[in-house]
């Protein structure tokens, strides 16, 4: 099992970032998929989270900014994060099922 994640940055306060996470050796669409992040020294937290059937649920730090979704056909979840904060700063990770995990991509937001 396979899990890569893409699309982390350097960006503005207010601007926006894509992250894509794609999985292999695992049937993607019975998988209940998350995006967490993590800062040194810190419990990792979950940013968002997609099940099998669509439904979402997010962060209180996040609702309203940063939206998941998910791609059947090509195994992937993405993570659109809008009018990003200084405090999104972090290292975000995708899992699945919160058993397999990504290796992590870094997003840096100046202020």
Known sequence: VQL???GGGLVQAGGSLRLS???SGIIFSIYNMAWYRQDPGKQRELVAE???GSSTNYASSVKGRFTISSDNARNTVYLQM???KPEDTSVYY???EGYYWGQGTQVTVSS
């Open 82 to 84: 809008n009018s990003l």
């Open 21 to 23: 996470c794609t999985a």
């Open 94 to 96: 995708c899992a699945a």
């Open 4 to 6: 890569q994640a893409f």
């Open 50 to 52: 997609i099940t099998s």
